[in-house]
């Protein structure tokens, strides 16, 4: 990107957000990313490629400033941003394989959009206490979730529809 173009992409993001809103944006995607990168031991296996990383948090923001331009809001919520952000992790692919790594490894950046998600959806609840039989429905769900983020489309808008939807169902479960 020439100089020209940084501060085209510049001004057109300062338009829509603060230096604080992009800053903490950044942190808090990277620090996600660094959760997952120690949970999952990638270490000497999978790299954090922090280049792709910001063209990912560039491209997240300028579709969310386009977002929000056009449907003339002032904010988005948590689930359009973890959708926008889980689909361009998708298409950017900011973990990178080490050559030589196991072949486990390969899907690594939609292990990492599947995390993502799972946050979203509230499925990190330490204190949550599952049926066995509901462990093995969640498991196959999240099996199918998985499989959709590895050979569907993956777009934002299927991402946040899939998010709504969740919210939604556990609304009605919760009401049954």
Excluded at 92 to 105: A, M, N, T, V, W
């Amino acid at each position: 990107m020439d100089k020209e173009e940084v501060k085209k992409l510049k001004e057109e993001l300062n338009e829509s957000f603060s230096d604080d809103y992009i800053r903490n944006a950044g942190i808090l995607i990277h620090k996600l990313a660094e959760e997952f990168y120690r949970e999952n031991k990638l270490e000497g296996s999978v790299y954090f490629n922090d280049n792709i990383f910001e063209y990912c948090l560039i491209d997240i923001l300028v579709d969310i400033a386009r977002l929000k331009h056009f449907h003339d809001i002032s904010k988005v919520n948590y689930i359009k941003f973890i959708a926008y952000t889980a689909s361009w992790c998708l298409k950017r692919k900011p973990f990178q394989l080490i050559e030589g790594c196991d072949s486990k490894y390969l899907y690594v950046n939609e292990k990492f959009a599947l995390s993502l998600l799972l946050q979203a959806m509230g499925y990190y609840d330490d204190n949550a206490d599952y049926y066995e039989k509901d462990q093995e429905e969640l498991i196959d769900s999240i099996r199918q979730i998985f499989y959709h983020l590895k050979y569907r489309n993956t777009n934002p808008q299927t991402l946040e529809l899939f998010l709504i939807g969740t919210e939604t169902g556990a609304k009605v479960h919760i009401q049954d």
